[in-house]
Nanobody, 114 residues
Framework: VQLQACGGGLVQAGGSLRLSCAAS????????VGWYRQAPGKQRELVAT???????NYADSVKGRFTISRDNAKTTVYLQMNTLKPDDTAVYYC?????????WGQGTEVTVSS
């Protein structure tokens, strides 16, 4: 599985961005997919995941503001980010898991100005 993320950019606090991650490979519909982020000087952390049944999981810091979704026909996972805060500034990585295997995209940078 190869993952290509896009949609990052510079936005003011309170604004919105939508990240997309297109996946290659025929196993996408069987993957748990998600988004992680890594802020400068910090460890990579979970943002949100969505499993093959559409069940979602969010970090407490983004609940109510971010929404993860997937389109298996387009083999794409999305992250709608609303009410962005400066603390959301990070490089965002998409991730796909199938059994013991994990795959990572190249990251897309999100900067939220105050």
């Amino acid at each position: 599985v190869q993952l290509q993320a896009c949609g990052g950019g510079l936005v003011q606090a309170g604004g919105s961005l939508r990240l997309s991650c297109a996946a290659s490979g025929s196993t996408f519909s069987r993957n748990v997919v998600g988004w992680y982020r890594q802020a400068p000087g910090k460890q990579r952390e979970l943002v949100a995941t969505i499993n093959i049944y559409g069940s979602t999981n969010y970090a407490d810091s983004v609940k109510g503001r971010f929404t993860i979704s997937r389109d298996n026909a387009k083999t794409t996972v999305y992250l709608q980010m609303n009410t962005l805060k400066p603390d959301d500034t990070a490089v965002y990585y998409c991730n796909a898991q199938l059994g013991p295997y994990q795959y990572w995209g190249q990251g897309t940078e999100v900067t939220v100005s105050s």
